[in-house]
């Protein structure tokens, strides 16, 4: 305490300052951090989004396939060939929009749940070209067809939910958010296309196709009106 009251004005004035000083460092040093990351959150935000646009694309081709694959099926290939013929060249214009994009910027995407959930659906999207053959063959079952499009589809779409949680900007997460209910939506009318479409093709409505029929309806809804309450809030 002596050594104190014993320095000079100078020193007293320094020490003094000094705390603030580095106060002030450390809480600029902080404000930067988070400068910092806002700003490579966006940059990240603005490579996921592409990826969720190529997506969507995507998804929505593969919709039109399933609900075209399912009346082929339905109709043991006496109806919708040249349908789903023409709709797989506009669904491979997609894939391979969506493979070149990756092949540039899967390395830039450092999320490890999107790039797990990108690489999952890259990996059952080769098996398209198997269940294509397999759907032209009539030895597929309509059921298994329309799972393989509408996991493919899950999973595609369930990327833009993650970029919503990856954002440090909440109007752009709850945009996202309403997106993704957005898609959601929509995937449950093309399923509840690709199973009417099935079911017309029969001819015949049974019990379980029936209660398929009023959950996906009830689903699609329930998307629907969250997306309207996160738009509109």
Known sequence: MSLIKNASFKSKL???????????????????KQELQIVNSSKDIALLTQLSTFN???????????????????????????TLKLQRQETNIRLAKRETFLLDNLTDIKQVDILALTNSSTMALKRLKNIRQKIDALSIESSEAIAYFTDNNSRLINIVSYIGQASFDGALANG????????QGKERAGIERAVMTNVFAIGQ?????????????????????????????
């Open 14 to 32: 320094i020490l003094l300052v000094t705390p603030a000083i580095l106060g002030l460092i450390v809480f600029c040093l902080i404000l930067i």
């Open 56 to 82: 969507s694309a995507l998804v929505h081709e593969l919709q039109k396939e399933r609900g075209a694959s399912a009346g082929f099926l339905g109709s043991k290939g006496k109806k919708f060939t040249n």
């Open 176 to 183: 996202l958010q309403g997106y993704y209910n957005f898609l």
């Open 205 to 233: 409505f049974n019990d379980s196709t029936f209660r398929r029929f009023i959950a996906l309806v009830t689903e699609q809804n329930a998307y629907f009106d969250t997306f309207n309450k996160v738009t509109t809030a």
